[in-house]
């Protein structure tokens, strides 16, 4: 009884503590540029323990403490009471999420455990960082058995310094994963997609010198095609201290001094360059250098701007040829990360003749935006401000602006990307509005260099929409998603249906489509059937081939999904069968469709 009682006391204890642990301001950084830097890969198999009752906090969730598994501690015969140990706990695959790797997982949703030993020597005057690419949902990490951040957000990337706590020879690591969805997060409560848990995308040490490069920005001046502007921003510099910029193909060298904010500004004339676009993605090394921290990065030099109902890029007119997908590893489900992932994805759209995609719901893993610069493939990337967000949370504002300001900082030099969403399909209300106004005014003022977009619900009056979504006002381009013949009315009638745009700006379709199993063949009237699929795709094109305004379309989806949403046995089984290839990489009739209208479709 005595124990009863104890572990309730802790288990109160815990709750408060963890609530307050989990809104306590991000301990973290974002290094700009990580991928081009020396890294020490910390993948591989990493000890688990999964712990959907908590344990492992102990007595004092803010930190380690003594009884908690950060400490990492061995039973041994004969010694103290211990009750788990990661040196004998099974692995999980870093990076990875932890429902595709173990059938016992597949739909564990909680707090889990991750322990992996590593050796490092480092040098005198650097500091050390570990980077993550990404950890779904919250992490606080240990090293050492000493507290040393935590994050919130489960598609961008941090950086913890563990310089002062890391010892010269054997460490160890711990992170605590926790993947509850919370009507407080971002996502919240319900989303079409699986909940993939875990360390998911690469993890590694990174050294640097006293004085480094954390960020910087290099663009065309807004109106110029051979003017370059920017700036290097440094950590651990007084003013003064120069920083010396290259770029070799364009026999460009230049000098700056920084400022009392260690931030140097460039601006200089860049003739002879070459435009980066779909047709020509020219990319340029530049070399950054500051004191003995020495940076490369592959940049991409275009415009993108609106003007009327146009999107402009490199100052012409283009329509964008899109389609749209989740980050879901082709062939073998679970979170895709891979550069074959990324490769096989951008591969199949660049096969549908697209010279654009949307990132959906969320951002995708670096090595894909990196994929599309190299590719030439325009790219809307999207936070997970998806359906019924918990609006008037201060916290969940903060935790959504702190996405959006990890995605701009990390993708801000990919020409490939044009396009930040603030949102999809949210329910119009004043406090909606309020909530995504404030993001995109953060974007705006972190990047003017993109434009602003959101996928809206388009609502129906009759046979006709009217694109007027208050949300429109914050918006360079409307993004609208309809399911004209799968969630309202019939295949044959989606030609009817006509389109007012009261507020003149570009429009996306950002999502139509339907669902099909893929080699299920019947008549056009059977939902679910590859038929099906394909006769409202020719109804929807025909229908927007006749929208003045249209400027791009990313249909609903690329591939099948996992979604628990999606209960429909011997057909979905846990899909979302809107791809356009299945999960296992058949292509179904659409695909072709789409693929023969986009070879056509000029500007
Ligand atoms: C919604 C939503 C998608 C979802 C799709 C569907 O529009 O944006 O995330 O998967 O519709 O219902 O398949």
């Not at 240990?142 to 020879?169: A, L, R, W």
């Amino acid at each position: 009884m005595v124990v009863m009682f104890r572990r309730a006391a802790l288990c109160l204890a815990f709750s408060a503590a963890f609530l307050a642990t989990a809104v306590h301001a991000q301990q973290t950084t974002l290094l700009v540029d990580v991928d081009h830097r020396p890294q020490i890969s910390l993948d591989g198999p990493w000890h688990s323990i999964p712990d959907p009752y908590r344990e492992g906090w102990g007595s004092n969730p803010d930190h380690a403490s003594p009884n908690g598994y950060a400490k990492n501690a061995h039973y041994v015969p004969g010694g103290p009471l211990v009750q788990y140990d990661f040196a004998k706990s099974p692995t999980l695959n870093v990076p990875g999420d932890w429902n595709s790797q173990k059938d016992s997982l597949f739909y564990y949703e909680g707090l889990l455990w991750y322990q992996r030993d590593f050796t490092v020597h480092p040098k005198p005057h650097t500091h050390l960082f570990i980077h993550f690419g990404s950890v779904n949902y919250a992490a606080q990490i240990f090293v050492n058995g000493q507290y040393v951040c935590n994050h919130e957000g489960g598609y961008t990337p941090f950086d913890c310094e563990i310089t002062s706590i890391v010892k010269d020879g054997d460490n160890f690591i711990v992170a605590a994963v926790d993947d509850q969805r919370a009507v407080d997060r971002v996502p919240t409560l319900r989303m079409d997609w699986w909940n993939y848990g875990g360390i998911t995308r690469p993890v590694s040490l990174v050294e640097l010198p006293d004085t480094y490069i954390d960020d910087y920005s290099l663009q065309l001046k807004r109106g110029t095609q051979n003017q370059l502007e920017g700036y290097v921003h440094l950590i651990g510099a007084g003013p003064g201290t120069h920083v010396a910029l290259n770029i070799p193909d364009l026999h460009i060298e230049k000098d700056a001094v920084t400022d009392t904010n260690g931030r140097a500004e460039f601006s200089f004339a860049a003739p002879g360059i070459e435009l980066w676009s779909p047709e020509h993605p020219r990319l340029y090394v530049i070399a950054l250098r500051a004191g003995s921290d020495d940076l490369k990065d592959d940049i991409g030099f275009r415009t993108v701007e609106v003007q009327g109902d146009q999107i402009l890029l490199n100052g012409k007119p283009i329509f964008l040829r899109g389609i749209s997908y989740h980050d879901e590893a082709p062939f073998r489900s679970g979170r895709s990360w891979s550069d074959k992932d990324v490769e096989t994805l951008l591969g199949w759209a660049r096969e549908l003749h697209c010279n654009f995609v949307r990132m959906a719901h969320y951002p995708h893993t670096e090595n894909e935006t990196r994929l599309a610069d190299k590719l030439g493939i325009l790219a809307w990337e999207e936070i997970p401000v998806y359906w019924g967000i918990d609006w008037t949370n201060p916290h969940t504002l903060d935790v959504a602006k702190h996405q959006l300001w990890e995605l701009i900082r990390r993708d801000h030099n990919d020409p490939s990307v044009i396009l930040w969403s603030m949102s999809n399909e949210t329910p119009e209300s004043p406090e909606r509005n309020a909530f995504i106004h404030q993001l995109a005014q953060q974007a705006r003022s972190e990047d003017p260099t993109r434009l602003i977009t959101s996928a809206i619900v388009t609502h129906f009056k009759g046979t006709t929409a009217t694109l007027d979504d208050p949300l429109g006002q914050d918006l360079d381009v409307l993004g609208y998603n309809e399911y004209l013949g799968w969630y309202q009315g019939k295949p044959e009638t989606i030609p009817d249906y006509t389109w007012q745009n009261p507020l003149g700006k570009p429009v996306i379709i950002s999502e139509f489509g339907a669902g099909a199993k893929a080699g299920l063949h019947g008549p056009v009237t059977d939902m679910f059937t590859e038929e099906y699929q394909d006769n409202l795709y020719r109804q929807q094109l025909q229908m927007l081939g006749k929208m003045p305004f249209l400027r791009g379309m990313t249909p609903w989806v690329l591939m099948d999904f996992r979604s628990p949403m999606r209960q429909l046995p011997g057909i979905q089984d846990e899909y979302n069968r809107k791809g356009l290839v299945s999960d296992k990489g058949e292509k179904k009739k659409a695909f072709f469709t789409l693929q023969d209208y986009y070879a056509h479709k000029n500007e």
